[in-house]
């Protein structure tokens, strides 16, 4: 079966830093491309940053730039969402998700969210 098993969510508080872990199985991992999305309460979901798994590229959203870092570790069959200086409106569930490619907005696997709840 297919699996994106998201972790690290919690709360912190604003300015801290949290380190999400998106272990995946049950696909071909360097096949997809691995993206972390957000939704906050009345929100849309919105993709945060993506990461190429052949090579390693990422793209990444303006939300992320400067604060938040993908990353990859193949050998795991992980991808990682650093996040850094976090505000109050970074609150929202988080989820990873698998994609033929970072450059199309279409989803081939979606996982589960974890929570992230950043305090003021």
């Known amino acids: 079966d297919v699996q994106l098993q998201a972790s690290g969510g919690g709360l912190v508080q604003a300015g801290g830093s949290l380190r999400l872990s998106c272990a995946a199985s049950?696909?071909?991992?360097?096949?997809?491309?691995i993206g972390w999305f957000r939704q906050a309460p009345g929100k849309q979901r919105e993709v945060i940053s993506c990461?190429?798994?052949?090579?390693?590229?990422?793209y990444d959203a303006d939300s992320a730039k400067g604060r938040f870092s993908i990353s990859v570790d193949n050998t795991k069959r992980t991808v990682y969402l650093q996040m850094n200086s976090l505000k109050p409106e970074d609150t929202a569930f988080y989820y990873c998700?698998?994609?033929?490619?970072?450059?199309?907005?279409?989803?081939?696997?979606w996982g589960q969210g974890t929570l992230v709840t950043v305090s003021s």
């Open positions: 998700a698998a994609k033929g490619s970072c450059e199309v907005p279409d989803v081939n696997f």
């Open positions: 049950g696909f071909p991992f360097t096949n997809y491309d």
């Open positions: 990461i190429r798994t052949s090579d390693g590229r990422t």
